[in-house]
């Protein structure tokens, strides 16, 4: 089992799905779980601040209400592309940014952060230019002004998760310097209450064909063991990687046995 005693964590979306498990895991671990959520957390957690994700002056104030010095920035709070598309790109993105660089002086060297992304944003490749030049804006004002003037293709969805998997990635070798790591988590399709979101704005259908062939859709437990391997000293050579947990899907697509669905 792993052990985390003495180890303090701040952990954003604790209130369900993943965030949940996540904080479950990390408590009955031995750590002490700070969360961060709109909504109250059901999880014995060690405090929990309410924030709103998509405004930065919420974060700040977040920010400057965690007590001490922290372990580990766990962000996985997000919203799917059935809310509008500013909204999607706020929270996944811009706010993943904000809260992490305003914790960065905040967390004890050896730490870990971990983003929750999707493997929705893995075409972050043929769209690079772009996420770069929306990662080159100083503030999350400013990137929300790049967005509402760069208009994306496709779901709002995909694109935040494109730059929440580049930021990261982005981020490591900066990190080096300051003692700390960063890395991404890519879930495929996962069994929580914002399922049926998805399935609306990629497709049912799409949905259920990667359940028909993998079997089943992941637990937020699948997931929530690759996070906490991630802000272990286990992953201590980790660092700027988009770690892929989706049961196999992303590695028949990449190698052509499958086709990728349009979503």
Do not use: C
Not at 53 to 61: T, Y
Not at 103 to 119: D, P, T
Not at 210 to 233: E, K, M, N, Y
């Amino acid at each position: 089992m792993i052990d985390l005693a003495g180890k303090s964590f701040v952990v954003t979306g604790t209130a369900s799905g993943i965030g949940h498990v996540v904080a479950t895991k990390l408590l009955d671990a031995g750590a002490l779980v700070h969360s961060l959520d709109r909504n109250t957390p059901t999880a014995a957690v060690t405090s929990h601040i309410e924030v709103d994700l998509a405004n930065p002056r919420s974060i700040d104030a977040a920010v400057e209400q965690l007590d001490g010095e922290f372990d580990g920035l766990i962000n996985v709070a997000g919203i799917p592309g059935t809310a509008p598309g500013d909204l999607v790109l706020a929270v996944n993105a811009l706010a993943v940014r904000h809260l992490t660089e305003a914790m960065f002086e905040r967390l004890r060297s050896g730490g870990s952060i971990v983003v929750v992304s999707s493997i929705a944003g893995s075409n972050w490749p043929l769209r690079l230019e772009a996420v770069r030049d929306l990662l080159a804006t100083d503030t999350f004002d400013e990137g929300a002004a790049w967005f509402k003037d760069h208009p994306q293709e496709g779901n709002a969805y995909n694109f935040s998760k494109e730059v929440a998997t580049v930021y990261a990635m982005s981020m490591s070798l900066a990190l080096v310097e300051m003692g700390l790591r960063i890395n991404a988590v890519l879930p495929g399709p996962v069994e929580t209450p914002i399922l049926p979101d998805f399935e609306e704005s990629m497709g049912k259908d799409n949905l259920d064909g990667v359940r028909g062939l993998l079997g089943r859709h992941a637990q937020p437990d699948d997931i929530a063991d690759a996070i906490i391997f991630l802000v272990t000293d286990s992953a201590r050579w980790i660092n700027g990687h988009g770690l892929v947990v989706d049961g196999g899907l992303s590695g028949g697509i990449l190698t052509g046995v499958v086709p990728a669905p349009e979503i």
